[in-house]
């Protein structure tokens, strides 16, 4: 039964949890799996965290889907496995994607500066992950930020920031929305966009995004 279906697998965005991919919703032949995120080893690369979290990709031909830093993760992934479709969300596909400010951040070292214990707090962790918004976008995520691991945030934070990949991976699809603070769009190119969508465009605009995923999938 299981041979008839499309295996889809998702990585969450910065200390997410599986719950960010409640509102999106396929038909029974694709089967869903989210891959949670592994505690880094001390010490490890990009490339061999991306190695380990491919180990859990079980099928040839899957559709490999990442939000955010999730979407940094899964193109490091792809140089491990053989995939049918591979998607990006909300994120970047190289370093000359990123904004100013994290540039800034990884050329001054500033991100070692911040006090990753203090992070572990819901409301900075939040703040951090999708950047200074509303009461209620900020209590609408925070819910579903749950690795609180130091070590976890330290490297992720780290990792993001320092990304120095300048040669995209070759057939991405990025989809990304207008109204994104993280990862403006002004400088994304090559991508699909999802109007009015934010950053945690893939909690309140599910719907569109499972519509827009499927599209890419028969394509």
Excluded at 21 to 39: A, C, D, M, S, V
Excluded at 70 to 84: D, R
């Amino acid at each position: 039964m299981n041979s008839n279906k499309t295996h889809v697998y998702f990585v969450p965005g910065l200390a997410a949890g599986s719950e960010i991919f409640k509102n999106i919703k396929f038909p029974e032949n694709y089967k869903i799996h989210i891959l949670e995120w592994l505690i880094p080893e001390e010490g490890e690369s990009l490339k061999d965290y991306a190695k380990r979290m491919a180990l859990r990709v079980s099928e040839n031909n899957a559709i490999l889907i990442g939000v955010s830093f999730g979407g940094v993760v899964v193109q490091e992934m792809n140089s491990f496995l053989s995939l049918k479709k591979l998607v990006i969300i909300s994120s970047v596909k190289s370093k000359d994607e990123l904004p100013r400010r994290m540039k800034f951040a990884s050329f001054t070292k500033a991100y070692k500066l911040i006090p990753t214990s203090l992070v572990l707090q819901v409301d900075d962790l939040t703040k951090f992950s999708i950047g200074p918004k509303t009461q209620k976008r900020l209590s609408l995520y925070q819910q579903y930020l749950h690795v609180r691991d130091k070590q976890y945030l330290d490297w992720a934070i780290e990792k993001m920031i320092t990304w120095d990949r300048r040669e995209k991976v070759k057939n991405t699809i990025h989809i990304h929305g207008e109204k994104d603070i993280i990862f403006p769009i002004k400088y994304i190119d090559d991508c699909r966009v999802i109007k009015d969508g934010t950053h945690i465009m893939i909690l309140n605009k599910g719907r569109k995004i499972s519509k827009m995923l499927l599209e890419i999938f028969e394509e």
